[in-house]
Every structure is written in structure tokens, then in C-alpha cells.
């Protein structure tokens, strides 16, 4: 794995190519981008066909191993790993530890072990588990055992020291297991820092970790909801100085687009795809705008479509219903999208948007039809990677302030009526 | 058979232009060509020529109740060789409802599905929803389920309502009674059936695009079947169906309602036996003359996990498909098979809906395939062979043939060895 940066914009910001990924080595991923998610290795409502209506997949299908531990012995009897097992074929695996929307309970941990949440309930895993678990995957690429436990608000500084040392204890024993297992040459280490909320435990993590020879770095416990943005952002930008420049910085748990935007500014080059599959799980789709491109046909028509919603917005009054949603996207279970028979974006090219509208989608909805989560897995995943592509070319064009604004600014054309 | 319409007419003169219309006003949207017979069995192979594309049959008709087959996009449903889907009247009319829909270019634009619909009357819902509804004269009385607000469903209300779909095949609202009941009920049914085609046929605004199909009615009562089909067959309607079965009754009084419905039938016209869908049925009333079947039991039955196979049905959930690498059908060409294992499907039930969908897939492209097999049989003269076949496929041994199907097959001239 070879990190390629053509720019470093204001001090933070990296562009680039992550290269020489997977097993010979032939696949490569553009930076900042993020990772396809996946639950035991599906995006969740899509079957292969349909999630090759996409274009422009990610060629790094992320999976958790809390969505395959409990079928280990079916994996060890199978022999061909998991890319087989689950008929991928030309995508580079990574594998994580936990999944970024199931939330762990807390109080498993202990100094020689972390658990999963499977299907079946709770798996604990050792060092020595987690590692017979990797040789049967046999991802390309996967993270090291950690401590992510600091996300609680109460989190004591002692607690947070002994999640940064346990985890460094777990990373030297992972990569010992690791370089005496075969089936895992060539195969990539991501380690993790760790530190909660503490920064000098988060530089000291950084600089241990740093210390190893690791392919790259996950940035653990600092995921929404566990503290606020701008913590998050110092923190992000002191541990990534610690970090050496030519190795990845994989961000855990950030997936809204303001999030993502501030944390490539403070280094992040690498983000996990759950975000597009939370916002499909509460019956919403993501209509942000990041076209930057000064077009002013469109700026017209967008004018109008903004003045569009926000009057709607008003008529209905407080939109945000449900508390995790947020001002990215719009509910089409809202009574107002009945008869609107216009795509869930314009001009966008997803399956959904090129063949249906908002009226079908808000029926299937109210319908708890099993189409809508796949049309809306779809376009928001159509459409979060566009927005990933569009952070890329305004870091590329030097107009990332232009698209933080639009970003910011827009969301979906209903801030004006919150405030 | 229905002469093809000759559509490309030069109309100079304003008589015959007038005269031609009331001919192709007269003549229904449909055309039926018999492309072979079975020399043994009633069995044909027909192309059915309707508004949105040409159906091959026999034909097996996958139910997409709401606007949508379940969790299934137009796209794989098309890929998929589906050319005729059904859409159901009384969910669609409740939600979104026909003003919507018609908005939206009828249900074809509404789902964005290019080949052709088959609604329902909404009139079945009526055994389902029995609590519901009083039934009259006038119509069906519900009670909506969504408002509690009552609701007349009349034979002029439901043919609205399927105009307002734009389906290409409509259901005429027949008085539907469980195929359990006996008695004068049945007779009374029957009866209404009939004056309700009537009103039907009156109402179908859209005689030149929508084609409205008869419903055979009259119970187990082979005196009440023939009479309804010696008066339903004196109506200009385009197609028949066979009701009021498939609802629970025993399997040897269904197949002699339906040969005796099929030896009634016009050949020129087609006939679809509605609510059946197992297999083993199809096959056999295949054999029995009937063309068209729909059933929601193959998609139903995948969202438990139940794949279909030539040999019945696999529970891809049970533990003993946890470690089995074989595709659910190591001869099926679906997508699903092409791909997964029974093992990768057993785990990701487990976790996500997709897998749902995976044998849906499945499932569809078992029923798909077998009535293509079925068909090419009649046309290349081997359905004989063919049941034959398939029957030892299906049942471990001769001994477990149903005796129904044996007795049905018998009456058509196959013995099973």
C-alpha cells in the first residue's frame, strides 16, 4: 500500500492515490474517499446487480467483523476466505472491527480482550481469536485489535490511558501473530490510535503507534456523538501532525458531510460509507448540493427549487421530527412528496433518480415497502460518493472554500426555515 | 382466433373512416395466436399479443400487490424474462389511489414497469377481508382499513379504479365466495357474477387499451360452472379466468373445475386459472388447458427463506445449508446462482434484507423458467414427456404423486410411470 499525494492544501488538506492495494496489488483509491460499506458483505438492500447500476464504486469494500465472527467455523470449513464465500469478486477487502451504526455496549472490555455484537449476541475476542479470525477472512487489509471504549461522556483520564496502552499491547501482539502467519503475507495492518478526549493521550497514541510498521492508521473513539466538532477537529489535527505523511489516516464513526469536510482540513484522508445507510434507514434521501460549477441555468433553476421547499418547509412546520435527522436530507415519508414527481435529485444519474420520483418512493415508504430501502440505499450512496468526488476536485481546482460554503450554506434548502 | 387489426389504414373518405372505427372499437386490444397444441393433452402454447409487449404462455404471473414486486426493481424483474405482472386494485386503490396514479400515467408510469399489468378487481380481498365487508347488489361495502371510512366497491367503482391503473388486462368484480362454502350462497354468487360482468363490460372506458377479462364463478357445483360459463361466453369479452378456487378446497374437486371450465372455454380466447402457483399445479393445469397463473406464494415464500427447486423447496435458513457452498440450484442460470452459495445466503439472512431479495430472485426465475420449459415442450410436441420427467424430479418416488395429479393427468391421457 502506497499513499501518492499530488497536493497538501492549507496545511491539512491531502489529495492523492492510495496505491498498490490488494493482494497483487493492482487496485487503487482516490483521497480523501471512502470505503463501500458493507454488513457481512453486503451493502445492506443491495444485491450485486443492483449495486452495479452504480458507477464509480469504491474499490474497497470495508467489512466488520462483528457482522462475520459468528460464522468463523463456516469460514474455516470454506478454506477460500471471505471474498469468495461472499461472491465478491474484484473488490479489495478491509476489514474493521466494529460496525460504525451498531453502537457496542459498553463495560466487555478487558486487558486481553475486546467483543463484538453478532447476530447471536456476543462474541469475545483475544488477541489469538481475532488474528485465527483475520487468517480466515483473509482481507487485504485489516485494522488491529483495539480499545475504542473512551466514548462515554464520564470516561476517566485513567480509563483513557488504559485504552491507549491495551490497544498498543494488542497492536505489537497482533503483529507478531501476523508476521508468523502465511496466509497473511502481504496483507496490509492498520493500527489504531486511540486517546478519548484527552489530547496528550491522543498525541501519545499517535506517537506509539506511529512507531510501528504499520500500513496506515485508524482514528478511533471519535465518532459522532461522541464529542463536539470542534474538539473532534483539534484532536484530529494534533494526532495527524504526529503521523507520518506518506502512510493513510482512516477516520471511524464521521460520516455527515460537514463532519468529513472538516476532518480532511485537519488530515483525514479515509472515511467509512454508513452515513448514506442511516440516512435510507429513517425512510430519508440525501439532496445536498456540492455543484460548485458556476453554471447559471442551474443556479436559476436551483433558486427556485430552494424557495420550492423552504415555502413547503414553512407550511409544515418543524421539520426536524426525528432528532437524528439531518439537514442533508429530505423525508420522503413528509406527506408533501404524495404527488411531487420529480426525482429525488435532478440531474442525478443514480438507478433511482433516472427511473423514479419522489411520489413512488414516498408510497413505497408509507407502504413499509422492502423497494424503498433499496432505491434509497441507491441514490444516497449515488449520491455521497458524488460528494466525495466533488471534495476531490475542489482540493484538485483549489475551491474547497466554495464547496464548505454550498455544503454548509444549502443543506437541502431548509435552513432558512429553522432559523 | 381473433383476426389480427390492421392498424396502418389510408382513411380518405369520411365513411369509411367512420365505419372503420366502430370495427376496431369493436375488436379488443388483444390477440391471441396458437402457436402449437398438444396432441395428447389440452395443453397449448400461445403468443398473447397485449398493448405493452407480446406474452409467451403458458405463463406464470409474479404478484406485485403495491406498485412494486417486493424488494425487486423493474429492471431485474425485466432482466429477469418477466413480461406480464399483476398489480392488486383494492391496495392500490386505497394507497396511493387512483387519482395519483392516473397522475402519473397510470400504474405503468407510477412503478416505471414497460411491459404489461394485470389488476385484480379488488373483489377477492373480500374473502381475505370478510369482516370488513357487506356484500349487495350495489357492490362490495369495506371499511377502510386506513380511515375506518366505509367504502363502496361496485362493479362500476372497480373498473374506474382499473381505468384509472391503465392495467392491460382488467378483472371484471365477481361475488366472490370461499371455495368451502355450499348452498345457495354459491348459486347467488354466480348469478350476481354474471349481471356484474354486464355492468363491467358498460363501464370500461377504455375498451380500445384495457382489455376486461370474465371471471368463471359458480363454486364446486359443476351445475352452477356451466351455467355461468355458457352465459359468461356469450359476452364479448377478450379473455376468461377461472374463480372462486384455489381457496382451500380439496385438490380433486379444483382440476375437475377447471378441466370442465376449459372444455367450456372458446379456444380462440385465453384463460388464466387465478391464485395458483405451486409447481406441481401449474404443470398439471397446464395439461388441463388453462394459460395464465399468478400466485404470490413464490415471492411470499422467499422472504421466509423458502428457495424453489426442481425437486420442491429449500429452507435456506435451516442449519444444514450454514456450511453447504453449492448454489441453491447448481442448474439454475439466475443471478443469485450464478453467484451465492446456500451458505453465504443462510449467513446473510441473518443480517440484511438482501438476502430476501436473493431468493426472490431466485424464486421468480424457477417459475419464469418453468413455464418457458413447459412451453417449449408443447411447441417442440414433448409436454408428455415433459410432465413426466418433471413429476419424477419433483417426488422422491412414484408413490408420492399426489392422487390428484395423477387422476387429472389420467383424464388428459398421461400416465405417469
Same mark, same amino acid.
Given at each position: 500500500?502506497?499513499?501518492?499525494?499530488?497536493?497538501?492544501?492549507?496545511?491539512?488538506?491531502?489529495?492523492?492515490?492510495?496505491?498498490?492495494?490488494?493482494?497483487?496489488?493492482?487496485?487503487?483509491?482516490?483521497?480523501?474517499?471512502?470505503?463501500?460499506?458493507?454488513?457481512?458483505?453486503?451493502?445492506?438492500?443491495?444485491?450485486?446487480?443492483?449495486?452495479?447500476?452504480?458507477?464509480?464504486?469504491?474499490?474497497?469494500?470495508?467489512?466488520?467483523?462483528?457482522?462475520?465472527?459468528?460464522?468463523?467455523?463456516?469460514?474455516?470449513?470454506?478454506?477460500?476466505?471471505?471474498?469468495?464465500?461472499?461472491?465478491?469478486?474484484?473488490?479489495?477487502?478491509?476489514?474493521?472491527?466494529?460496525?460504525?451504526?451498531?453502537?457496542?455496549?459498553?463495560?466487555?472490555?478487558?486487558?486481553?480482550?475486546?467483543?463484538?455484537?453478532?447476530?447471536?449476541?456476543?462474541?469475545?475476542?483475544?488477541?489469538?481469536?481475532?488474528?485465527?479470525?483475520?487468517?480466515?477472512?483473509?482481507?487485504?487489509?485489516?485494522?488491529?485489535?483495539?480499545?475504542?471504549?473512551?466514548?462515554?461522556?464520564?470516561?476517566?483520564?485513567?480509563?483513557?490511558?488504559?485504552?491507549?496502552?491495551?490497544?498498543?499491547?494488542?497492536?505489537?501482539?497482533?503483529?507478531?501473530?501476523?508476521?508468523?502467519?502465511?496466509?497473511?503475507?502481504?496483507?496490509?495492518?492498520?493500527?489504531?490510535?486511540?486517546?478519548?478526549?484527552?489530547?496528550?493521550?491522543?498525541?501519545?497514541?499517535?506517537?506509539?503507534?506511529?512507531?510501528?510498521?504499520?500500513?496506515?492508521?485508524?482514528?478511533?473513539?471519535?465518532?459522532?456523538?461522541?464529542?463536539?466538532?470542534?474538539?473532534?477537529?483539534?484532536?484530529?489535527?494534533?494526532?495527524?501532525?504526529?503521523?507520518?505523511?506518506?502512510?493513510?489516516?482512516?477516520?471511524?464513526?464521521?460520516?455527515?458531510?460537514?463532519?468529513?469536510?472538516?476532518?480532511?482540513?485537519?488530515?483525514?484522508?479515509?472515511?467509512?460509507?454508513?452515513?448514506?445507510?442511516?440516512?435510507?434507514?429513517?425512510?430519508?434521501?440525501?439532496?445536498?448540493?456540492?455543484?460548485?460549477?458556476?453554471?447559471?441555468?442551474?443556479?436559476?433553476?436551483?433558486?427556485?427549487?430552494?424557495?420550492?421547499?423552504?415555502?413547503?418547509?414553512?407550511?409544515?412546520?418543524?421539520?426536524?421530527?426525528?432528532?437524528?435527522?439531518?439537514?442533508?436530507?429530505?423525508?420522503?415519508?413528509?406527506?408533501?412528496?404524495?404527488?411531487?414527481?420529480?426525482?429525488?435529485?435532478?440531474?442525478?444519474?443514480?438507478?433511482?433518480?433516472?427511473?423514479?420520483?419522489?411520489? !413512488? @418512493?414516498?408510497?413505497?415508504?408509507?407502504?413499509? $415497502?422492502? +423497494? #424503498?430501502?433499496?432505491? =434509497?440505499? /441507491?441514490?444516497?450512496?449515488?449520491? !455521497? @460518493?458524488?460528494?466525495?468526488?466533488?471534495?476531490? $476536485?475542489? +482540493? #484538485?481546482?483549489?475551491? =474547497?472554500? /466554495?464547496?464548505?460554503?454550498?455544503?454548509?450554506?444549502?443543506?437541502?434548502?431548509?435552513?432558512?426555515?429553522?432559523? | 382466433?381473433?383476426?389480427?387489426?390492421?392498424?396502418?389504414?389510408?382513411?380518405?373518405?369520411?365513411?369509411?373512416?367512420?365505419?372503420?372505427?366502430?370495427?376496431?372499437?369493436?375488436?379488443?386490444?388483444?390477440?391471441?395466436?396458437?402457436?402449437?397444441?398438444?396432441?395428447?393433452?389440452?395443453?397449448?402454447?400461445?403468443?398473447?399479443?397485449?398493448?405493452?409487449?407480446?406474452?409467451?404462455?403458458?405463463?406464470?404471473?409474479?404478484?406485485?400487490?403495491?406498485?412494486?414486486?417486493?424488494?425487486?426493481?423493474?429492471?431485474?424483474?425485466?432482466?429477469?424474462?418477466?413480461?406480464?405482472?399483476?398489480?392488486?386494485?383494492?391496495?392500490?386503490?386505497?394507497?396511493?389511489?387512483?387519482?395519483?396514479?392516473?397522475?402519473?400515467?397510470?400504474?405503468?408510469?407510477?412503478?416505471?414497469?414497460?411491459?404489461?399489468?394485470?389488476?385484480?378487481?379488488?373483489?377477492?380481498?373480500?374473502?381475505?377481508?370478510?369482516?370488513?365487508?357487506?356484500?349487495?347488489?350495489?357492490?362490495?361495502?369495506?371499511?377502510?382499513?386506513?380511515?375506518?371510512?366505509?367504502?363502496?366497491?361496485?362493479?362500476?367503482?372497480?373498473?374506474?379504479?382499473?381505468?384509472?391503473?391503465?392495467?392491460?388486462?382488467?378483472?371484471?368484480?365477481?361475488?366472490?365466495?370461499?371455495?368451502?362454502?355450499?348452498?345457495?350462497?354459491?348459486?347467488?354468487?354466480?348469478?350476481?357474477?354474471?349481471?356484474?360482468?354486464?355492468?363491467?363490460?358498460?363501464?370500461?372506458?377504455?375498451?380500445?387499451?384495457?382489455?376486461?377479462?370474465?371471471?368463471?364463478?359458480?363454486?364446486?357445483?359443476?351445475?352452477?360452472?356451466?351455467?355461468?360459463?355458457?352465459?359468461?361466453?356469450?359476452?364479448?369479452?377478450?379473455?376468461?379466468?377461472?374463480?372462486?378456487?384455489?381457496?382451500?378446497?380439496?385438490?380433486?374437486?379444483?382440476?375437475?373445475?377447471?378441466?370442465?371450465?376449459?372444455?367450456?372455454?372458446?379456444?380462440?380466447?385465453?384463460?388464466?386459472?387465478?391464485?395458483?402457483?405451486?409447481?406441481?399445479?401449474?404443470?398439471?393445469?397446464?395439461?388441463?388447458?388453462?394459460?395464465?397463473?399468478?400466485?404470490?406464494?413464490?415471492?411470499?415464500?422467499?422472504?421466509?427463506?423458502?428457495?424453489?427447486?426442481?425437486?420442491?423447496?429449500?429452507?435456506?435458513?435451516?442449519?444444514?445449508?450454514?456450511?453447504?457452498?453449492?448454489?441453491?440450484?447448481?442448474?439454475?442460470?439466475?443471478?443469485?446462482?450464478?453467484?451465492?452459495?446456500?451458505?453465504?445466503?443462510?449467513?446473510?439472512?441473518?443480517?440484511?434484507?438482501?438476502?430476501?431479495?436473493?431468493?426472490?430472485?431466485?424464486?421468480?426465475?424457477?417459475?419464469?423458467?418453468?413455464?418457458?420449459?413447459?412451453?417449449?415442450?408443447?411447441?417442440?410436441?414433448?409436454?408428455?414427456?415433459?410432465?413426466?420427467?418433471?413429476?419424477?424430479?419433483?417426488?422422491?418416488?412414484?408413490?408420492?404423486?399426489?392422487?390428484?395429479?395423477?387422476?387429472?393427468?389420467?383424464?388428459?391421457?398421461?400416465?405417469?410411470?
Amino acid at each position: 500500500m502506497k499513499l501518492e499525494l499530488s497536493r497538501v492544501v492549507q496545511g491539512g488538506c491531502r489529495l492523492g492515490v492510495l496505491k498498490g492495494l490488494g493482494r497483487s496489488g493492482q487496485h487503487s483509491l482516490e483521497v480523501p474517499g471512502c470505503l463501500l460499506y458493507t454488513r457481512c458483505g453486503t451493502v445492506p438492500h443491495l444485491t450485486q446487480d443492483t449495486l452495479h447500476t452504480l458507477t464509480n464504486l469504491p474499490s474497497v469494500t470495508q467489512l466488520t467483523l462483528s457482522t462475520i465472527a459468528e460464522h468463523q467455523e463456516v469460514l474455516e470449513d470454506f478454506k477460500d476466505g471471505f471474498r469468495k464465500f461472499a461472491g465478491l469478486h474484484d473488490t479489495v477487502l478491509y476489514c474493521s472491527l466494529h460496525d460504525p451504526v451498531t453502537p457496542c455496549p459498553a463495560g466487555h472490555i478487558t486487558n486481553k480482550t475486546v467483543s463484538v455484537w453478532g447476530s447471536g449476541g456476543r462474541i469475545e475476542l483475544t488477541v489469538a481469536k481475532f488474528m485465527a479470525l483475520q487468517r480466515t477472512v483473509r482481507p487485504d487489509w485489516y485494522q488491529s485489535m483495539a480499545d475504542g471504549e473512551t466514548w462515554q461522556s464520564n470516561t476517566s483520564r485513567k480509563r483513557v490511558r488504559k485504552s491507549v496502552d491495551r490497544t498498543l499491547a494488542h497492536l505489537d501482539e497482533c503483529l507478531l501473530v501476523h508476521h508468523k502467519t502465511q496466509e497473511l503475507q502481504g496483507v496490509a495492518v492498520f493500527g489504531v490510535v486511540e486517546g478519548g478526549d484527552i489530547l496528550e493521550e491522543r498525541v501519545r497514541s499517535a506517537k506509539e503507534t506511529a512507531k510501528r510498521p504499520v500500513a496506515g492508521f485508524c482514528l478511533d473513539g471519535l465518532q459522532t456523538g461522541s464529542m463536539d466538532q470542534a474538539l473532534r477537529i483539534q484532536l484530529i489535527a494534533a494526532v495527524t501532525k504526529e503521523l507520518p505523511e506518506g502512510k493513510p489516516r482512516l477516520l471511524q464513526g464521521v460520516g455527515r458531510p460537514d463532519e468529513v469536510l472538516a476532518c480532511v482540513e485537519a488530515g483525514v484522508d479515509l472515511f467509512e460509507s454508513f452515513f448514506p445507510f442511516q440516512v435510507t434507514e429513517r425512510g430519508c434521501a440525501l439532496c445536498f448540493n456540492f455543484d460548485i460549477t458556476p453554471d447559471p441555468e442551474r443556479a436559476v433553476l436551483e433558486a427556485d427549487e430552494e424557495r420550492d421547499t423552504a415555502g413547503e418547509t414553512h407550511e409544515n412546520g418543524e421539520l426536524n421530527l426525528d432528532d437524528q435527522m439531518t439537514s442533508f436530507e429530505i423525508n420522503l415519508k413528509d406527506k408533501r412528496y404524495q404527488d411531487d414527481f420529480r426525482p429525488l435529485v435532478e440531474g442525478c444519474g443514480c438507478y433511482c433518480c433516472r427511473n423514479h420520483q419522489r411520489a !413512488y @418512493l414516498h408510497h413505497l415508504l408509507v407502504t413499509n $415497502e422492502l +423497494l #424503498a430501502g433499496v432505491l =434509497l440505499m /441507491l441514490h444516497n450512496t449515488a449520491h !455521497y @460518493l458524488a460528494f466525495f468526488g466533488a471534495l476531490r $476536485e475542489a +482540493l #484538485a481546482q483549489d475551491t =474547497l472554500d /466554495l464547496l464548505k460554503k454550498k455544503v454548509l450554506k444549502e443543506k437541502c434548502g431548509q435552513t432558512k426555515s429553522k432559523e | 382466433m381473433a383476426a389480427p387489426i390492421e392498424r396502418g389504414v389510408d382513411t380518405n373518405t369520411p365513411e369509411i373512416n367512420m365505419s372503420l372505427k366502430k370495427t376496431l372499437s369493436a375488436v379488443s386490444p388483444l390477440t391471441l395466436r396458437i402457436v402449437a397444441e398438444c396432441p395428447v393433452t389440452k395443453a397449448r402454447a400461445c403468443d398473447l399479443v397485449l398493448p405493452h409487449c407480446t406474452v409467451n404462455t403458458p405463463v406464470f404471473m409474479p404478484v406485485g400487490t403495491q406498485g412494486t414486486l417486493k424488494g425487486i426493481t423493474v429492471d431485474q424483474l425485466e432482466s429477469l424474462g418477466c413480461q406480464i405482472c399483476l398489480g392488486n386494485t383494492y391496495h392500490l386503490g386505497m394507497r396511493p389511489g387512483p387519482e395519483l396514479i392516473e397522475k402519473a400515467n397510470g400504474l405503468h408510469g407510477f412503478m416505471k414497469w414497460k411491459n404489461n399489468l394485470l389488476t385484480d378487481s379488488g373483489g377477492f380481498q373480500m374473502v381475505s377481508l370478510v369482516e370488513l365487508s357487506e356484500v349487495t347488489e350495489e357492490g362490495v361495502k369495506f371499511k377502510s382499513p386506513y380511515d375506518g371510512k366505509e367504502i363502496l366497491l361496485s362493479p362500476e367503482k372497480s373498473i374506474s379504479i382499473q381505468n384509472s391503473l391503465g392495467s392491460d388486462i382488467m378483472m371484471q368484480l365477481d361475488d366472490v365466495v370461499s371455495s368451502t362454502v355450499t348452498g345457495p350462497r354459491v348459486e347467488e354468487a354466480m348469478h350476481r357474477s354474471i349481471r356484474w360482468l354486464d355492468r363491467c363490460i358498460a363501464a370500461n372506458k377504455n375498451p380500445d387499451k384495457q382489455n376486461l377479462f370474465a371471471i368463471i364463478q359458480g363454486g364446486l357445483n359443476a351445475e352452477l360452472r356451466k351455467i355461468c360459463l355458457e352465459e359468461m361466453t356469450q359476452r364479448d369479452v377478450p379473455g376468461f379466468a377461472i374463480g372462486g378456487l384455489s381457496g382451500g378446497e380439496e385438490k380433486d374437486d379444483f382440476w375437475r373445475m377447471v378441466t370442465l371450465s376449459t372444455d367450456h372455454l372458446p379456444r380462440e380466447k385465453p384463460r388464466y386459472l387465478m391464485g395458483v402457483g405451486y409447481a406441481v399445479d401449474l404443470v398439471v393445469c397446464v395439461a388441463l388447458g388453462c394459460d395464465m397463473f399468478d400466485c404470490v406464494f413464490p415471492t411470499r415464500t422467499a422472504r421466509f427463506g423458502s428457495a424453489l427447486v426442481p425437486w420442491g423447496s429449500l429452507q435456506v435458513k435451516q442449519k444444514q445449508y450454514a456450511k453447504d457452498f453449492q448454489p441453491i440450484d447448481p442448474d439454475c442460470q439466475c443471478p443469485t446462482c450464478k453467484r451465492h452459495s446456500r451458505a453465504y445466503l443462510h449467513a446473510l439472512f441473518k443480517t440484511d434484507t438482501a438476502a430476501m431479495h436473493h431468493v426472490t430472485v431466485h424464486n421468480i426465475a424457477y417459475q419464469l423458467t418453468l413455464m418457458r420449459s413447459v412451453r417449449q415442450s408443447i411447441v417442440e410436441g414433448r409436454f408428455p414427456e415433459f410432465i413426466r420427467t418433471f413429476m419424477k424430479r419433483m417426488f422422491p418416488s412414484s408413490e408420492q404423486y399426489p392422487g390428484w395429479a395423477v387422476d387429472a393427468l389420467a383424464s388428459v391421457n398421461i400416465t405417469l410411470d
